[in-house]
């Protein structure tokens, strides 16, 4: 079935550094990817809305130029969280609809660490 | 808004008991999508099931059973004879058409777990 691949799976960071999250669909084209935050023992909070070829829409509250999103290609979407602060620890998740329409695919997540 | 209920934090049950995880929507939208995912320890979604608010049949998956009720604005889902390795977080899920059905508004999650 279609797979959707996250990178890194973890990462530590110091506070004021950006760290890039990718989520790439393996055999399938996603024009739309969807950005999710989770903190710990908390349900999933959607992001934004990653659309190929123009510009993501975000959610209410969520900071556009602190959560940057591209998506670059038919197969990967990016999330920079820029500046990071030790509130920006969380787990990131992307997901994407596949070819089977009935399904959305998620990735494996993100857990940022902010120092 | 839409908004989706999972009243149970958390369920400890001992193996092969059944279990049922409640979850209850709210959205005046009449065309809408439900979902269940299941979340192990290392994080990741594990697709359940997918059901368009047409759909009122309930299925049947090996040991996993879904109830729709429109009536009660309910999607239960139901684990029979439990087993270790069911232990998780289980979201249930609430797509809107407008948002092709993958738009996701997520309830808090129930914490499963099964002891031997």
């Known amino acids: 079935g279609a797979v959707v691949s996250q990178h890194p799976s973890r990462v530590i960071c110091k506070s004021g550094t950006s760290v890039k999250i990718e989520c790439r669909s393996l055999?399938?084209?996603?024009?739309?990817m969807f950005w999710y935050r989770q903190f710990p023992k908390q349900s999933l909070m959607l992001m934004a809305t990653?659309?190929?070829?123009?510009?993501?829409?975000?959610e209410q509250g969520v900071e556009k130029d602190k959560f940057l999103i591209n998506h670059a290609s038919l197969t990967l979407s990016t999330l920079t969280v820029t500046s990071a602060h030790p509130e920006d620890s969380s787990f990131y998740i992307c997901?994407?609809?596949?070819?089977?329409?009935?399904?959305?695919?998620f990735g494996s997540g993100t857990q940022l660490s902010v120092l | 808004a839409q908004k989706v209920t999972q009243a149970q934090t958390e369920i400890s049950v001992v193996e092969k008991e059944d279990v049922t995880l409640d979850c209850v929507y709210e959205?005046?939208?009449?065309?809408?999508?439900l979902f269940w995912y299941k979340q192990p320890p290392s994080g990741e979604l594990v697709f359940l099931i997918r059901?368009?608010?047409?759909?009122?049949q309930n299925e049947i998956s090996g040991r996993y059973s879904w109830n729709f009720q429109k009536s009660t604005s309910s999607f239960n889902f139901t684990i029979t004879a439990s087993q270790v390795v069911d232990s998780a977080v289980y979201f249930c899920?609430?797509?809107?058409?407008?948002?092709?059905?993958?738009?996701?508004?997520f309830g808090t999650g129930t914490q499963l777990k099964v002891e031997l």
């Open positions: 997901s994407a609809p596949g070819t089977e329409y009935e399904k959305l695919f």
């Open positions: 055999d399938f084209q996603a024009t739309t």
């Open positions: 990653s659309n190929e070829g123009s510009k993501a829409t975000y």
């Open positions: 959205t005046r939208d009449t065309t809408y999508y």
């Open positions: 059901r368009n608010s047409f759909d009122e």
């Open positions: 899920a609430l797509g809107l058409r407008t948002g092709g059905g993958n738009k996701l508004t």
